[in-house]
């Protein structure tokens, strides 16, 4: 059986978890590779004892998300299956009845604010990423992301950004540095390149491994 590799990307929000991922996809030159979101494993109603005291909810925590669910599916991946990934509406913040099929592929680039977090998740990763930006560049990147994109108004951007996103980035997220192989800042056009070639290295290295044995 091929090995399959498993690349977490973990960052706060508006860090350029995507576009960093999607570099290095181009990187790679998309050789059996996919991209999966975090933020497609939202609950579908989240938790009551998570809202704020202005009765928001807080999807910027780790039980914001469904956990089992992901595990599952990274798992999957892991083992060469391919997977029905839900398809989360972010307007209307709820979980819809769609699911988008992802793999099998031989790359799976896994990004979200909490893909570091668990442990279990962590023991599948080949390669762990923190992507680190200054929170202003940050809260800007988001705050034109949920307008433009999301369908938010400048108001409610600024107050969850006050309410749970900074709270919660320096409680939860940035903690994850820790385990990273490696951070990347601002610039990540080079970080990116090294990344890609690591991965077919890798590649390079596991097909020839099976070559050996076969013979």
């Given at each position: 059986?091929?090995?399959?590799?498993?690349?977490?990307?973990?960052?706060?929000?508006?860090?350029?978890?995507?576009?960093?991922?999607?570099?290095?996809?181009?990187?790679?030159?998309?050789?059996?590779?996919?991209?999966?979101?975090?933020?497609?494993?939202?609950?579908?109603?989240?938790?009551?004892?998570?809202?704020?005291?202005?009765?928001?909810?807080?999807?910027?925590?780790?039980?914001?998300?469904?956990?089992?669910?992901?595990?599952?599916?990274?798992?999957?991946?892991?083992?060469?299956?391919?997977?029905?990934?839900?398809?989360?509406?972010?307007?209307?913040?709820?979980?819809?009845?769609?699911?988008?099929?992802?793999?099998?592929?031989?790359?799976?680039?896994?990004?979200?604010?909490?893909?570091l977090?668990?442990?279990?998740?962590?023991?599948?990763?080949?390669?762990?990423?923190?992507?680190?930006?200054?929170?202003?560049?940050?809260?800007?990147?988001?705050?034109?992301?949920?307008?433009?994109e999301?369908?938010?108004?400048?108001?409610?951007?600024?107050?969850?950004?006050?309410?749970?996103?900074?709270?919660?980035?320096?409680?939860?997220?940035?903690?994850?540095?820790?385990?990273?192989?490696?951070?990347?800042?601002?610039?990540?056009?080079?970080?990116?390149?090294?990344l890609?070639?690591?991965?077919?290295e890798?590649?390079?290295?596991?097909?020839?491994?099976?070559?050996?044995?076969?013979?």
């Amino acid at each position: 059986m091929e090995k399959i590799f498993l690349i977490g990307i973990a960052g706060g929000s508006g860090s350029g978890k995507t576009t960093f991922a999607k570099k290095v996809l181009k990187g790679i030159l998309n050789l059996e590779s996919c991209l999966l979101h975090m933020d497609s494993y939202y609950l579908h109603s989240q938790p009551k004892a998570l809202y704020t005291s202005s009765g928001k909810p807080n999807f910027d925590h780790p039980n914001a998300f469904d956990w089992e669910l992901l595990r599952q599916h990274l798992s999957e991946l892991k083992q060469g299956k391919g997977i029905k990934c839900p398809v989360y509406d972010f307007k209307n913040s709820v979980r819809t009845e769609e699911y988008e099929e992802i793999g099998p592929c031989r790359v799976v680039l896994f990004e979200g604010i909490f893909s570091l977090y668990d442990q279990e998740i962590r023991n599948l990763l080949d390669i762990k990423c923190f992507l680190h930006v200054d929170s202003d560049i940050r809260f800007t990147r988001r705050l034109h992301r949920d307008v433009k994109e999301r369908g938010r108004s400048l108001e409610s951007v600024i107050s969850q950004y006050y309410d749970t996103v900074r709270p919660m980035y320096q409680r939860y997220l940035d903690p994850q540095r820790q385990y990273a192989d490696f951070t990347v800042g601002e610039e990540t056009d080079v970080a990116a390149l090294i990344l890609s070639a690591r991965i077919k290295e890798m590649l390079a290295t596991s097909e020839k491994s099976q070559s050996c044995e076969a013979i």
